[in-house]
């Protein structure tokens, strides 16, 4: 049996995979199969994680991160969670390819997914002219008319990104004003090729094999009109990844993970939470990192704590010694 299984490979993983291992707990971190290294493996150039002046591209990162962790002995592997049993003294972690894991702690750090429209089409033209990863897919759509959609950080950065390929980005928003940094909103109001609609929602996707246009609605006067575009690029949040976890943990009304106040503690005893998976309102790669070491230092204590109590209780050592 293991001390601790950490899910998820993003800064939040990671970086409880550092601590871990350097406190001898041997961490093992499931990384996903195909999204492994999380959100910042679909960024570019990341300019405000500190201790990089100069700015560093996510991957690059991203990569550093899995390097630190595996300096101490982490060990980390390339599959999927499919199933997992957190309830009673030793959890169990079901993956996709590589078996099943015991351990006496587990720390959840899965992150969010992309959000979608929830449009009939977006479904069917996905991969076909409507993406969610402008470093991904912005070189497919080189001297075409694009749009994306939403009004925060994201959709700024994919939208000033995605001018260096396409002839002309319009920025399609909800409402007249933007969420996004000030920096960043500054950025994309520079750009020649960028053009805003405010107060626009799309409501239809059309195209036979690929995109071709969308209709927008007005959310003053609910008006429709269409708008023809060569591609859709939808960056409109993300939504906490917990469907592996329902019925076991509590969630809160965001959907994240309920942790106990400033912890990284769940509702069931050793299971830790942290990252963008607890976080409604941050979500950043360094407030992650920071809720990463909270788990890995949570999770530490509770280890302890079971050991002392395993030394105080015969039959307790004894069941953990038949674990190991
Ligand atoms: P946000 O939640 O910040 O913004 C989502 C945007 O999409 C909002 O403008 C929202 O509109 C809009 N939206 C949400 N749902 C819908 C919908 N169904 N239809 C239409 N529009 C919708 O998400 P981001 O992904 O932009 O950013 C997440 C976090 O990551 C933030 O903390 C951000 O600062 C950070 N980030 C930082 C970057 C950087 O510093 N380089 C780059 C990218 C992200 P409304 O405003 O009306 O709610």
Known sequence: MRNVIIIGSGPAGYTAAIYAARANLNPLLLASSVEAGGELMNTTEVENYPGFPEGIQGPELMTKFQEQAERFGTEVILDDVTEVSLEGEVKTVKTGYSGDFEAASVIVATGSAYRKLGLADEERLSGRGISWCATCDGFFF??????????????????????????????????????????????????????????????????????????????????????????????????????????????????????????????????????????????????????????????????ASLEQEANHNPEIAAAVAASV
């Open 142 to 303: 080189k001297q075409k008319t694009i749009a994306v959609v939403g009004g925060g950080d994201s959709a700024m950065e994919e939208a000033t990104f995605l001018t260096r390929f396409a002839s002309k980005v319009y920025v399609i928003h909800r409402k007249d004003t933007l969420r996004a940094s000030k920096i960043m909103q500054d950025r994309a109001f520079a750009n020649d090729k960028i053009e805003f609609i405010w107060n626009s929602e799309v409501v239809g996707i059309s195209g036979e094999n690929a995109v071709d246009g969308v209709t927008l609605k007005s959310t003053v006067d609910g008006t429709e009109s269409h708008l023809e575009l060569g591609g859709l690029f939808v960056a409109i949040g993300n939504d906490p990844r917990t469907h592996l976890f329902h019925g076991q943990l509590e969630l809160t009304k965001d959907g994240t993970i309920a942790v106990d106040g400033r912890s990284s503690r769940t509702n069931l005893p050793g299971v830790f939470a942290a990252g963008d998976v607890i976080d409604p309102t941050y979500r950043q790669a360094v407030t992650a990192a920071a809720s990463g070491t909270v788990a890995a230092l949570d999770a530490e204590h509770f280890l």
